[in-house]
T-cell receptor
Framework: AQKITQTQPGMFVQEKEAVTLDCTYD???????LFWYKQPSSGEMIFLIY??????QNATEGRYSLNFQKARKSANLVISASQLGDSAMYFC????????????FGQGTELSVKP | GAVVSQHPSWVICKSGTSVKIECRSL??????MFWYRQFPKQSLMLMAT?????????EQGVEKDKFLINHASLTLSTLTVTSAHPEDSSFYIC?????????????FGPGTRLLVL
């Protein structure tokens, strides 16, 4: 079974608008962390935001926020005021405490920002 | 600035040769590093966990004799693709966990693109 699911292979958004990238996860470990990374065409993985399973508040980092709904096991990334430079692949990943720190990645979502 | 470096960034080699890729943590120690492989238009797949001073832990389906991992110091892990073949052509990327402000984040190297002819 997929541990991390990103159901949107591709998304388009108009410049300056907000966009939500979906991510759902599956785990029985009560302690886990959720990550979002951006991968531009250069291939580098850029860390965007982190949410711990015990965090009470949704994580925010500048224009990025994570809509964490624990009961629904979803951790959607919200990008506000999209910029052309936001065009890239976006990956959601999970780390389970009982798995030694390794990350399991979703399939990714390709975001295209239109001028 | 970069937190994790990788070398080389590009390598082209002939089939049957071995290729070594280095992953270094910059300004912090990493007792554990992770090696991933990414094929075009696909996600990152974990290959193995590199442990300083002990044997690497390989994911199911990854040949340990083909992908040799050595974690000789607290800042360096190497991945050697032995007897490389065209199907090994891929993007190889390493990561290392770093704790900052009480939170642990995984930082990735810039990746190595391997093309086996």
């Amino acid at each position: 079974a997929q541990k991390i699911t990103q159901t949107q292979p591709g998304m388009f958004v108009q410049e300056k608008e907000a966009v939500t990238l979906d991510c759902t996860y599956d785990t029985s470990d009560p302690s886990y962390g959720l990550f979002w990374y951006k991968q531009p065409s250069s291939g580098e993985m850029i860390f965007l935001i982190y949410q711990g399973s015990y965090d009470q508040q949704n994580a925010t980092e500048g224009r990025y926020s994570l809509n964490f709904q624990k009961a629904r096991k979803s951790a959607n990334l919200v990008i506000s005021a999209s910029q052309l430079g936001d065009s890239a692949m976006y990956f959601c990943a999970m780390r389970e405490r009982n798995q030694g720190g390794k990350l399991i990645f979703g399939q990714g979502t390709e975001l295209s920002v239109k001028p | 600035g970069a937190v994790v470096s990788q070398h080389p960034s590009w390598v082209i080699c002939k089939s049957g040769t071995s290729v070594k890729i280095e992953c270094r943590s910059l300004d912090f120690q990493a007792t554990t590093m992770f090696w991933y492989r990414q094929f075009p238009k696909q996600s990152l797949m974990l290959m193995a966990t590199s442990n300083e001073g002990s044997k690497a832990t390989y994911e199911q389906g990854v040949e340990k004799d083909k992908f040799l991992i050595n974690h000789a110091s607290l800042t360096l892990s190497t991945l050697t693709v032995t007897s490389a073949h065209p199907e090994d052509s891929s993007f190889y990327i390493c990561s290392a966990p770093k704790t900052s402000g009480g939170a642990e984040t995984q930082y990735f190297g810039p990746g190595t693109r391997l093309l086996v002819l």
